[in-house]
């Protein structure tokens, strides 16, 4: 419609200027002849007025015509018309006093006596103009008119020949655009086709959905993101359903225990007293193995659903070393030897609890893996704005396709030792997300045979990293 528009105003301004243009030349041609033919006129010189009409005439593109005050020819370019009357509007206009005027007939569609007038002048469809401009004496009065014809035809064939162009590059950009935008909406409803169709998987439940990513545009990112966000959701629901499979098989255990032990209670006949105690005994370490488990769940529900922290500035070393302290006793009873090394003292923001925790359950693990003989090291050092803290055992070690999974929920590397050691497979999951609330790393190196080293890292508190 816009290009429609333009190529209508254009056409409107250049028929507007073409016509305009020849008015005026051609009206200023009349006026110039009626002054040439005056004299001979007035003078009654029938010789001198033909030479001026015919040389006027330029050689029958145009035609001139003389007339008295009665409208009658006295003069034909063409010597058609001579003593006949000839009369228009505009020649009526001048008579009555106007200097000139003009007009512009069909004549193919106009009265026939002016068709029949101008025969021959030009084609039957041609447009022709018609200019009269008075002829006036030495005393400025009236003495006849001259009308100058001249065909006007060749303008509008250059207005069809300019309208026919223009509309054919009004064709031809108006298909271009049409392709363009059939492009670019194609470029464009595409990947929202494709994400609509990934949204729609993805409500029915199917989160390995993924769309196409292509280019490098705003489409391309929205669907790196989505991309990226249907498989964190995948492997969330993954992990989710691995969680329920393991924490399900880590609390059928020890109840099918207990119900066997209970039911051989039950059922048997009477047993010993020692053996009936050692029986309630079992029982009674699969109730605080099962309470284990489910405190250890509880603790990961808190964590994931946004876990209250009471962070306060805290000296990590006498924490580390307080630690030390508690699993002494044990790490003797295991022929193990413990030491603490703390350089400085480190004040970090924390929660004491959950930090003693992080720290108990590192070196606990640390004891438990050490064969007897063996050494545990704990040491604290600065490192820039953090406070590291390393414990090193010279234990069985992890071997190495089980040393990224250490951290993942129930996962062992030595199923029956965990188990026989009290392990519920959530110790160092929990350990991780606590270090994590703190805003620190932890992780471990191993060779398997010769030990294992578990470095934690957390960001100093504000007043400690200004030093």
Known sequence: MAFCVIGYSLIQLVGEYLFTQRTRDDQRIADDLAKDCGGYLVAFDAQGLYDAVTQGALEGQTRVL????????????????????????????????????YGFYDTGGGSRWFRAALSGFSGASAMTGLYASA????????????????????????????????????????????????????????PIGELNTGIARMSQGDLSARVVVR????????????????ERLEQLDKSRSQFVSNASHELKTPLSTMKILIETLMYQDPMDPGMTKEFLTDVNKEI????????????????????????????????????????????????????????EPLEVNGDTLKLQQVLYNIIDNAIKYTPRGGEVHCTLNRAGRKAVIRVADSGV???EEDLPHIFDRFYRVDKARSRETGGTGLGLSIVKQFVLLHGGTIDAKSTLGKGTT???ELPLSGKKQEE
Request: glycine share 6%; aromatic share 4%.
């Open 135 to 190: 002829i006036t004496n030495a005393s400025g009065s009236l003495s006849g008119v001259l009308v100058y014809i001249s065909g006007v035809q060749e303008i509008y064939e250059s207005l069809r020949d300019i309208q026919l162009k223009i509309l054919a590059w009004l064709l031809i950009v108006a298909t271009a655009v049409m392709l363009v935008n059939a492009l670019v909406l194609r470029t464009i409803t595409r």
């Open 66 to 101: 003389v007339l008295d005050r009665l409208c009658t020819v006295q003069m034909d370019s063409e010597s058609r018309l001579n003593g006949r009357r000839f009369i228009t509007a505009e020649i009526e206009n001048v008579l009555e006093g106007a200097d000139s005027d």
């Open 454 to 456: 578990f470095t934690i």
């Open 397 to 399: 070690g992890i071997p």
């Open 215 to 230: 280019g490098n545009n705003e489409f391309a990112s929205l669907a790196k993101a989505f991309n990226s966000m249907s």
């Open 288 to 343: 605080d193995r099962l309470n284990r488990i489910v405190s250890d769940l509880l603790t990961l529900v808190n964590i994931d659903s946004g876990m209250k922290m009471n962070l306060a500035d805290l000296d990590v070393g006498a924490l580390l070393m307080e630690q030390v302290k508690r699993l002494a006793p044990l790490a003797r009873e295991n022929g193990i030897e413990l030491d603490c090394a703390v350089k």
